[in-house]
């Protein structure tokens, strides 16, 4: 199936490519969970300080760490920035025009001597965090290398009927000049300084995660995504009979919007519909149920989209145990 068909069934919802990249309500957020996540690993929590830069404002910020003495080798500089290099233009019909998107890139410097192993180093890295966000992670594999000049240059590409998605670009650049830095003494040297840079595509990422999680069945269309990045992490259905009183109705609505406020407080999105059946354009990993019994005792029903599982959960442990799936 190609690429476009695939999108239209998924609805405006989520993507759109006839002009761009046009997001719907949920692929907003499916972008936004993927730079947050992408963020967290990149800089957060990175084993070296990562500063963030604008993506042209690279030497001054280095002159700022310089003169705050903590330019100490190996450190990294990110950016966001929006892209109109050519990526996988062969994938969409737009002619010669070039398709913009942002980008999240960091340029880590080091000393010459270790840079070629860091190098190898991030290809292993950012490839297995590819993997980690994917339901089919084999899909996501390195290219052949590319020499061009003093550079070396590795993709991150993800296979697909229709085509290879190349989600993220990893450089090895040994041209830079001699550059001053703090040695590990703390002293200002001359020394040799390479740089490793990785860019990753966010909306071709995003194009791609979706493309993977795409399940065609013979009735239905299912989006089964990693709970991690998925816009919603739960769906809250209120079971209501004929015969409930309207005490009842309002008491199971009551309990319906105190367990989506318990789960956003904790940074969970959520969706709540009264309707006997979910709306099919909202893919979550969770649904939970609340009943006339959960009145009585606390208990709601989780299903997982994924594994058709149902499991009884109390209400007070329900964060933990959605939370446990998704962060």
Known sequence: ?????????????????????????QGRLLLRNIENIWFHHCVTTSRYNVFLSGPDKFAKTMQGLKDANVDNLPFGLA???????????????????????????????????????????KQRERRAWWRKLSQQPSRFVLSEAKRVKNSEIIDIEAQF?????????????RDLRK????????????????VVEHVASLDWGCLALLCDSYKETDSSIELQMQPKISPYK????????????????????ELMLYINSLLRTKGLSTVFTSKKDSPESIHVPFVIAVDKTSL???????????????????????????????T
């Open 79 to 121: 950016a966001f920035e929006i892209s109109k290099s050519m990526w996988n233009q062969s994938l969409l019909n737009f002619d010669s025009k070039v398709v913009a998107h942002k980008t999240a890139k960091v340029s880590t410097f080091n000393d010459g001597l270790s840079t070629k192993d860091l190098f190898h180093k």
């Open 234 to 253: 739960a769906i809250c259905k209120v079971k209501i009979d004929t015969t409930d009183t309207d005490s009842v109705k309002e008491d199971l609505n």
């Open 1 to 25: 199936m190609k690429l476009e068909a695939i999108l239209k069934k998924m609805g405006t919802c989520f993507l759109n490519l006839e002009s761009g990249f046009e997001y719907g309500p």
């Open 161 to 173: 009927p229709f085509g290879n998605i190349i989600v993220e670009t990893i450089t090895y650049q």
């Open 296 to 326: 009585k005792n606390g208990i709601v029903k989780v299903t997982s989209q994924v594994t058709t599982l149902a499991e009884s959960v109390h209400v007070t442990e329900l964060v933990n145990h959605i939370a446990l799936h998704c």
């Open 179 to 194: 550059l001053p830095f703090q040695d590990k003494t703390g002293k200002d040297d001359i020394i040799d300084v390479r």
